[in-house]
Each structure stands twice: as structure tokens, then as C-alpha cells.
């Protein structure tokens, strides 16, 4: 009996077919799919004699539409779908049947072009979960708040996201009112007014550099290889033309139920992984450790959180949700110290076993969630503060929940948060 299971089972993994592949590779960058790897605030343990008595959260909107730029190369790159069926009719190329039927028929979505950037419906439905396992697992603290503040930046994903997660508290609804979103928002999107980190960072040569030299190494000549055979087009495709049927793979899978795409198919497993490291070497540069000044732009935010849990435990109960971006989540975490690699994220080697895994840390509906607890003990009362990163425990301070004396220790410092830097710039243009 069992050897003929297991026979089927190895005989239906034969060959290379994506759209029946049972293990096709499914983390993207930040272009993953929530559901894919969080946790559930709700199966989480609560801690023993103690009651929660404040709630701090920052989270990304969900699921978005490719950005007018990205739109434009990916629109410009599947143009080579024609030469990808053609080589198929003509022998060549290693995709089987099925994917080729499927990205034949595989049409462009015209709302793309309407609509760069905004939250998608699948991207309402992660915020509205999210906020129902929240209410499930909090719901006695947010029936009796003493103050709550929901804000999202000023843009409209971050908008919808924000109304998709007042949706989804079903019961308690009707306590909470969005704040409006104003452009310099210092909690919610402290980095975009900053001119220097323009200057330095995003239009600076670092990135650049460190993508060019992995987009030279035998890693990705093979992605690129390895695609040419798949493909069996008769001329490689550029390292920039790989890029973007990346982004039509994974944006466009991201639109559907069981998560897959016919575009896809034209990469293995191993391919998505190499492809995979690319973002994450852009986001260590532009949002993480990579440059000194991201860590202080994601302390304005962690000030809000200190200031907060101060209140709190003079008895002030709160509930804070804030919409943002993966941009300043990567920033947080480069505050607090978290997800650092030794040796450093570089392109000249991909790190297989990294920590600062975009995957991970910053999918879509990302959260950072942190929770003062009050606990009972013989001698009086003690706090304790829980961290949770996309609903999973988050160990912040060594040996579990953070004690006040650690937890102060540690953000004390974001209240002196100064972004003065910002305006020191060269280019006075700006
Ligand atoms: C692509 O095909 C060529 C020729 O068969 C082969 O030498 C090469 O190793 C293949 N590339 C990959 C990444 O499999
Ligand atoms: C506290 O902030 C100061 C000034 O921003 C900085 O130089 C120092 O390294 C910080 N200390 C810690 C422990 O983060």
C-alpha cells in the first residue's frame, strides 16, 4: 500500500510544470503574500497573572499595485511573450504544455494602469483579518480604552488599509475614528521629507553599486541562463528584463486565489531565491543597517510608542495603529537593533542564511505590534512588554518579555529623536 503511494507521489512530481508544482517557491520579497509567513496574534500565550493594558502598532498596507514606473517596465518586458510561445511551437525551451496554454491566454490587466500603487481587494481583506484576530485576542482592553489613535500617512493605500482595519473590528467599531493623514507625519512616514536621505540614499551610488555587483556574479549569469533555457528564446534576456518579469510574476500571483502565475513558470525555485536577494540588498541600503541614518528615522516613530507606554502606566490605557510603509518598518528594526547580519549584506555574495530577509520582515500587511502588560506580583505591580513582528513572538530583550527598567533602556533614547540632519544637504535645489 505504502509503495504505491509513494510511487504516484514520485511520479507526479516528474518533470518541471509549474502550474501543478505542489512546493513552488513562495517567498518574494516584499511582495509576499501575508498569509504565507505569519503567525496568529491569537494562538499566542498570554502571560501569566498580567493584563494587557496598552496596544502599539505599526503596519504596512496589504497587497498594492506595481508603482507607474514599474508598470512601464513591465509592460515594455512581456513583450516577449510572443518569442517565449513561438519557441515553444518551434521545439525549443523546457516550459511543459500547461504553463504555455496558460501564458497564452494571459492578458494584462488595463486597471493597472488606472490605478498604480492603490490597495488592491486582496489587500483590504489582510488588513480587515488582521484587525479581527486583534479585536478576538484584545478585545477586553479596547472596550475599555482611555485614549486611541489610528493614523495612516498621507497616501491612499495607506488610507484604505487603515478603513479595511476599522472594518474588521466588528466589535468595537463604533469607539474608534480614523485620524486624517497629513503629509509630514514624523509616526508614519518620517523619511519622506528627509532631503538627505533623498540625497544620499535613494538617488545616492551605494544601491546601485551593490546590485550591479550581484547582478555580475555566477548566481545570477545562471538565473539568467537558467531562464534562457526555460524560455528557449534564441538571445538572453537582460539582467533588467529578468527584473521585471519578476515583478509581473509576483504582482500578478499576488492577485490570485491559489497564488500562482503563468510568468512565473519561466523561473525554478532556485532561480526565485537568487531573484529574492536582490530586494533584500535594496532594502538593507535604502530602509535597514546598511546606512546609519535609517535607524534614526525609524526612532521618530518608536518615540510615539515610548511617550505612549509612559502614559500608560501612569493609567492611561491605549490603543495605537498606525498605516505605513515597509520603508519604515526596515527602519524600526534598524533602531532597535534587530535582524543584523555579521558579515554585513552585500552583492558580491548572497547570504543564504540572512536575517534581514524582506520575505520575512516586510510582506505585505507587515505589523510590528507591541503590548504593555500589567502584572500582578506579592510586592506591587510590574509591567511587561511583548513584541510581535507579522503576529510571532519577538524576542527584544533577552530572556522574553522586556521588563520596564529593560524596555526604557532600550527606547528612552527615541525621545530624543532629532531629524535636523534631514536638511543638511548639499544640493540646495531640492
Ligand atoms: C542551459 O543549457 C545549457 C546547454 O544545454 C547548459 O550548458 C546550461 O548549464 C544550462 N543552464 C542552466 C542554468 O541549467
Ligand atoms: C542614543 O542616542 C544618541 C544620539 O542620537 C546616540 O548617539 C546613541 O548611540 C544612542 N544610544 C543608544 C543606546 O542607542
Redesign the pocket.
Known sequence: MWTFILSILIVGSYGSCYWNDMCSYTLFGTKTAYDTIRGDIRDTQPLRNCEPISVWMMTRHGTRHPEEKEIHQMRQVIRVKKQILNAHMEGRGELCAQDIENLYKWEWRNALDLTPSELTPEGFVQLRSLASRLEERYYKLLKSLDEYQMRASHEERTQMSASAFLQGLRKTRQYFKISTSFPNDLTTRPYRYCRKRYEDILIGPKIPKEINEYINTEDFK?VQ??V??RTGLLEPLTPKQILSLYDVCRYYRSYTVLLQDPWCAIFTNQDLKHLEFVEDIRHYYRNGHGQPMNAKLGGSSLKDLYNKFVRAKKGVKSFSVFFSHDTLLGMMYAALGLYKDDPEITGNKRAEDRKWRTSYLTPYAANFIAILNKCKNPTGSTYKVQFFVNEKELEVCEGGPCNWIQFVDKFKNFTHSNLDFCQNVSNKQF
Open positions: 545562471r541562463s537558467s534562457q533555457n
